[in-house]
């Protein structure tokens, strides 16, 4: 693998801080909001952030190699019934968790064989860097495009890549 354990722990980390630095823009105000009708709404993509990191990670890390699909459906489920405060919360709890699911993860078992969700062949580490960590920055910078929709003029770059407001010029 590319990244060491510890460096790739460190880079989803970062995505959790920065995510958590978004989530705290929003207010229940905003939560209704949807691009077009057909796409989730900012409650909706908030629920699933609340639940999709680790269990991607879940899934990858699977000895049987098989989606877990009930699995899935039950954390979907329950993280749909979460309020804003539970979604943020459980959002923060993900740094514990990664670390947790990836404590016995040898640098054998990153470089073993699986199968995508598109049925290809790849080790698991680069299914973590290109499936896990990808999909945490893609959804981060939908959470900022929403943010930015609902009239949080004020992000910038800032915001969505170091995770902090933009110092204040005078």
């Known amino acids: 693998m590319i990244l060491t354990k510890s460096e790739f722990l460190s880079s989803l980390r970062n995505e959790v801080r920065i995510l958590l630095h978004l989530a705290s823009k929003v207010d229940n105000a905003m939560l209704d909001y949807r691009p077009t009708p057909k796409q989730r709404s900012l409650a909706e993509l908030l629920s699933y952030l609340s639940m999709m990191g680790p269990m991607m990670t879940k899934y990858g890390l699977s000895k049987g190699g098989e989606f877990d699909r009930d699995a899935w459906m039950a954390a979907a489920d329950e993280a749909e019934k979460r309020d804003l405060e539970q979604k943020i919360a459980a959002i923060a709890g993900h740094t514990d968790e990664y670390k947790m699911l990836l404590a016995d993860v040898t640098d054998a078992d990153l470089r073993s064989e699986m199968t995508g969700f598109d049925g290809s062949k790849m080790t698991r580490g680069s299914y973590m860097v290109d499936s896990v960590l990808c999909s945490c920055a893609a ?27 933009a110092p204040v010029s005078e």
């Open 139 to 165: 959804y981060r910078l939908q959470l900022f495009m929403y943010l930015k929709s609902c009239g949080q003029e004020q992000l910038g770059t800032s915001n969505l890549w170091r995770g902090a407001d």
